[in-house]
């Protein structure tokens, strides 16, 4: 009996973990507190901490500068900033749900397209 009581005490701590995750005290601060203490106490401070701060999106950043680039005519300056916003969509994005992860494959496939049409106009002006 002991043994069960233990285990389910020790889902019950990753489970609060899960839903620290978002939040500013995190994943691995939500199941310390709740093994050193207990799952009820983890859960109350899961459920007071606040939610973490939205970052910005690099990529989001690379992709209007380069928009910027391209209107002014810098051609290989655009290049190099949507090449650097579809390697922050690539690399800073993990764990997303189906319909995010949809979304990041979409601009990911936008970018690619784009760079191609702008090495196409390179190309035929040299």
């Known amino acids: ?30 199941l310390v507190v709740s093994l050193l203490f207990s799952p009820l106490i983890g859960a109350i401070v899961v459920a007071i901490s606040s939610k973490k701060a939205v970052t910005t999106l690099q990529w989001k950043v690379y992709a209007e500068a380069a928009k910027k680039a391209e209107y002014k005519g810098e051609v290989k300056e655009a290049i190099s900033l949507y090449k650097d916003a579809m390697y922050h969509l690539e690399n800073d994005y993990h764990n997303l749900s189906g319909q995010d992860e949809k979304i990041r494959t979409g601009r990911l ?10 090495n196409n106009t390179l190309a035929s002006t040299l």
């Open 109 to 118: 496939e936008e970018l690619r397209t784009k760079v191609e049409e702008l």
């Open 1 to 30: 009996m002991g043994f069960i009581v233990f285990v389910f005490w020790i889902a019950l701590c990753f489970v609060v973990a899960s839903f620290g995750k978002d939040k500013n005290i995190g994943w691995g601060g939500a």
